[in-house]
């Protein structure tokens, strides 16, 4: 259920960053965030994104900053400010405002509720055994792999490096959205070193391109994770022109997947991990890549690739699940909506809990994303009731569900790319 609203631009994604005054809405106020749009932690892109007609920054802000949220106040008030007035460039008529200022209403309450009910505290036990398990799977898998000659015992070390690895994705996820420890500095240091000497990717790197994930989910043009052109997309709306971007990647991709993926943890820390950290010059992302390029080294060549490339497959799938079959849109649309909308819980279970890291419950995790996430099953009712109470859909898909949903997605994709294209030669010739 998409508020029904007008775009005022024809594409909601391009912000013009030279335009003399920039202004966010939070809590019923318009704050000019001018000056202070290149100084955001956060990087400027998501906040010139709520500077946009009909995006009222409040939740997000709330949500995203709900670890820091004394010093947020602190900048506000430093702020110049002016009352919410109605104006010619807001897209939303005055139902689709009033819904919408509801919504926020109970869903603010529901947070303040959670929040003093406990549900925001992080757990010492819990993550002392995240750590520990981290660890005996990593030392299982190297030792594996370095102390046995056999191919059964090499293939075995390399699965358990695997899935070492894919741990270390779901630790890593927690602390960059400072919801393991709960203390933001710590958790930006534990992301820094997992992220690294597992992966031997950035941490602030992920962590800013992820929150373009988070601010603006499956929204044309914001959301990072759509963001996949030129090699495989997920949704026809993602193109331009679908007949001029056409092109040999997008219409095999699911042929092309195994060789893609073995480029693809290259992509990432050459393409995008290396410009972030010498930008930054953050020490301890470089100790944890000199640690990962040891790793790589004691345990080989050909192990390090292929659990890469296994973990490619484990993280791929898993991240797929609960967004890439949903809508996407390129409007102007609630937090709460983004949430239930466009992002679905896969099979609520314990096996799956620790399959996907407590990610099957994605829309308790977009709704809260600073809430401990093995917490987030323990708030399904409640949230269940809120997307009830305003109409919005609460959708949980089996893990089979979802992973057929997710491929015939694709299939589809590729399939209608491939007509166009036979359609194309045809008009050529």
């Not at 933001?184 to 992920?206: C, H, P, Q, Y």
């Not at 799956?352 to 809430?371: A, K, R, S, V």
């Amino acid at each position: 259920m998409a508020p029904s609203a007008v775009s005022t631009e024809k594409n909601w994604g391009k912000v013009d960053l030279a335009t003399p005054r920039k202004e966010i809405i939070y809590d019923g106020n318009y704050y000019d965030v001018t000056d202070f749009i290149t100084r955001h932690p956060g990087g400027e892109q998501i906040m010139g994104w709520f500077t946009l007609p009909g995006e009222d920054a409040t939740t997000a802000i709330e949500q995203f900053h709900a670890r820091s949220f004394t010093k947020v106040e602190g900048i506000m008030k430093s702020l110049k400010s002016r009352p919410v007035t109605e104006s010619l460039d807001e897209p939303f008529n005055k139902a689709t405002r009033e819904k919408n200022k509801a919504l926020t209403k109970d869903f603010t309450k529901l947070f303040k509720e959670l929040k003093a009910e406990g549900y925001f505290d992080p757990s010492y036990t819990h993550i002392t055994y995240r750590i520990v398990e981290l660890i005996l799977i990593t030392v299982v898998g190297l030792h594996l792999v370095t102390q046995y000659s056999s191919l059964l015992a090499k293939s075995l070390g390399v699965f358990a490096l695997t899935m070492s690895q894919g741990r270390a994705v779901w630790l890593m996820h927690e602390a960059g959205h400072y919801s393991l420890t709960g203390n933001v500095k710590i958790d930006k240091r534990i992301e820094a070193l997992v992220i690294g000497i597992w992966l031997g990717w950035s941490g602030i790197f992920w962590r800013r391109h992820h929150s373009l994930h988070h601010a603006m989910t499956n929204r044309i043009n914001r959301d990072s994770d759509l963001d996949t052109k030129p090699v495989y997309i997920n949704n026809m709306k993602i193109l331009d022109d679908p007949v001029k971007e056409n092109n040999f990647f997008y219409r095999n991709q699911l042929e092309l997947a195994p060789f893609t993926s073995i480029l693809a943890p290259f992509f990432v820390a050459l393409r995008m991990s290396a410009p972030v950290l010498l930008k930054h010059k953050i020490w301890e992302e470089f100790l944890a890549l000199g640690i990962h390029l040891m790793g790589a080294y004691y345990i080989g060549l050909w192990p390090w690739l292929c659990s890469h490339w296994m973990l490619m497959f484990y993280y791929y799938i898993n991240v797929t699940l609960p967004h890439t079959h949903l809508p996407v849109t390129d409007q102007p649309t609630h937090w709460v909506e983004h949430g239930l909308v466009h992002t679905c819980d896969v099979e609520q279970r314990p096996w799956c809990d620790w399959w996907m890291g407590n990610l099957n419950y994605q829309i308790e995790h977009h709704l809260f994303p600073t809430m401990p996430q093995f917490k987030n099953k323990l708030i399904v009712g409640r949230v269940k009731a809120l997307a009830e109470k305003h109409g919005l859909p609460y959708r949980v898909y089996s893990y089979k569900e979802a992973l057929f949903m997710a491929f015939a997605n694709i299939y589809d994709v590729t399939k209608q790319l491939k007509a166009l294209a036979k359609s194309k030669t045809l008009k050529d010739e």
